[in-house]
T-cell receptor
C-alpha cells in the first residue's frame, strides 16, 4: 500500500485566497483524521471522520475551516479565506476500526 | 485522557540503548500508553502501545511500571535514523474516544 497520500506537499498562497488540501487514506481504513502542526501549538487534532461522517470537529479553529469526506477514499480540508496565521503543516492520518493511526507526509502551507 | 510528562531532550550514543521515560501519574484503568515518533519533516509514526504488560515489537520495547504511573520506551540499539521527537500519549480505550493528544515530546538525538 502507498500509505496515506496528501497533496499538495507544499502550498504558498496570498492572504484571502481559498486553499484546499487533499487526502487519500489507506484503503480499508474507516477513520480519517486532520491535524495541524505549528511551532507554537504543536500537533493539534482538527477533525476526524468515521465511515465518511464527521464525528468531532471541536478542534476546527473557526468557520473559515471546513472539511469534507465525500467517499471512503478522499477527504478535503478547505480554508476560505486564508490568513497568515494559518501557516502550518497539515497532516492527514487514517486508521482501521481498531489499531494505530498512519500519518501522511503532510502539506506545508504558507500564507503570505 | 491523562496528561503525560516527558523530558524535553535527550542524547544517546549510536549503538547504545535509548531509554525514554514518561510519567502519567493520573492514568486510569482503561487508558493505554502509546508511543509515536516524528522524524524531521515527516508525519508521526506509530511505535508501540500497551495497557499494563510490557510489550516488544520489531522497533522497540515498552516497560510499564506495576502502578502504571510511568513507562519507558527502549530502543535497544539506537541508530542515527532514530533521531526524532518521541511522543508518549495516554488514550482511553472507550469507544468514541479516538483522539490522540500530542504533547511536546522528547527530542532524542543519536550521537555518532
Amino acid at each position: 500500500d502507498a500509505g496515506v497520500i496528501q497533496s499538495p506537499r507544499h502550498e504558498v498562497t496570498e492572504m484571502g485566497q481559498e486553499v484546499t488540501l487533499r487526502c487519500k487514506p489507506i484503503s480499508g481504513h474507516d477513520y480519517l483524521f486532520w491535524y495541524r502542526q505549528t511551532m507554537m501549538r504543536g500537533l493539534e487534532l482538527l477533525i476526524y471522520f468515521n465511515n465518511n461522517v464527521p464525528i468531532d470537529d471541536s478542534g476546527m479553529p473557526e468557520d473559515r475551516f471546513s472539511a469534507k469526506m465525500p467517499n471512503a477514499s478522499f477527504s478535503t480540508l478547505k480554508i476560505q479565506p486564508s490568513e497568515p496565521r494559518d501557516s502550518a503543516v497539515y497532516f492527514c492520518a487514517s486508521r482501521e476500526t481498531v489499531g494505530e493511526q498512519y500519518f501522511g507526509p503532510g502539506t506545508r502551507l504558507t500564507v503570505t | 485522557d491523562a496528561k503525560t510528562t516527558q523530558p524535553t531532550s535527550m542524547d544517546c550514543a549510536e549503538g547504545r540503548a535509548a531509554n525514554l521515560p514518561c510519567n502519567h501519574s493520573t492514568i486510569s484503568g482503561n487508558e493505554y500508553v502509546y508511543w509515536y515518533r516524528q522524524i524531521h519533516s515527516q508525519g508521526p509514526q506509530y511505535i508501540i502501545h500497551g495497557l499494563k504488560n510490557n510489550e516488544t515489537n520489531e522497533m522497540a520495547s515498552l516497560i510499564i511500571t506495576e502502578d502504571r504511573k510511568s513507562s519507558t520506551l527502549i530502543l535497544p540499539h539506537a541508530t542515527l535514523r532514530d533521531t526524532a521527537v518521541y511522543y508518549c500519549i495516554v488514550r482511553s480505550s472507550n469507544f468514541g474516544n479516538e483522539k490522540l493528544t500530542f504533547g511536546t515530546g522528547t527530542r532524542l538525538t543519536i550521537i555518532p
